[in-house]
């Protein structure tokens, strides 16, 4: 089975700018998961999506934004970018089982870079 | 309140020795997982290994295992016969039932093999 994937793998943008990333699941997969890696905060949760509905979202401003589509493909935007949101942006995906204990699956990541 | 503690933020280990990574969570939630991810400097996080609260005996996978000592709210990974390849950040993570897609991080130990 592939693994998850995400696109693009780099990016630079400027301030004030938005950006749009992309993850596919793992096949089967229906729940997809975001966060965020930085040096000072570490990995922060962003939000999780199943079956197109949000389901939890993390203590982020409006700014980060996500959906996801009928074939579990997720997106997540951030606009008017600011320095800070400079990170490694990671996707992960997981199978419904274990009384929602699943395993998240990660993909290569997102790095981001705000100049 | 850190709910997940890693205290040694770098090790070095012989080529060929076990070491052993801490960590400590903190939950009132009864029902929840606990797991390990390896972050190479790739960035990809890489699942290791899971041990769920109710499971009565510690989860091995190949070369990993985890001492798990729930009084102790301490779950601790152990690498057997290091190999160069195994060095990289190692995460440990929770997950409560109630938190939809929620994987909380601890800070990461950077381990470093030595030939």
């Known amino acids: 089975k592939a693994g998850v994937t995400q696109t693009p793998r780099y990016l630079i943008k400027t301030r004030g700018q938005q950006v749009t990333l992309s993850c596919s699941p793992i096949s089967g997969h229906r729940s997809v998961s975001w966060y965020q890696q930085t040096p000072g905060q570490g990995l922060q949760f962003l939000f999780e999506?199943?079956?197109?509905?949000?389901?939890n979202k993390g203590n982020f401003p409006g700014r980060f934004s996500g959906r996801q589509f009928s074939n579990s493909r997720s997106e997540m935007n951030v606009s008017t970018l600011e320095l800070g949101d400079s990170a490694l942006y990671l996707c992960a995906s997981s199978q419904k089982k274990r009384g929602g204990l699943e395993t998240q699956y990660f993909g290569p990541g997102t790095r981001l870079l705000v100049l | 309140a850190q709910k997940i503690t890693q205290t040694q933020p770098g090790m070095f280990v012989q080529e060929k020795e076990a070491v052993t990574l801490d960590c400590t969570y903190d939950t009132s939630d009864p029902s929840y997982g606990l797991f390990w991810y390896k972050q190479p400097s790739s960035g990809e996080m890489i699942f290791l290994i899971y041990q769920g609260s109710y499971d009565q005996q510690n989860a091995t996978e190949g070369r990993y295992s985890l001492n798990f000592q729930k009084a102790r709210k301490s779950a601790n990974l152990v690498i057997s016969a290091s190999q160069l390849g195994d060095s990289a950040m190692y995460f440990c993570?929770?997950?409560?039932?109630?938190?939809?897609?929620?994987?909380?991080f601890g800070k990461g130990t950077k381990l470093s093999v030595k030939p």
């Open positions: 999506y199943f079956s197109e509905t949000q389901r």
């Open positions: 993570a929770m997950r409560e039932i109630g938190s939809q897609g929620n994987l909380i």
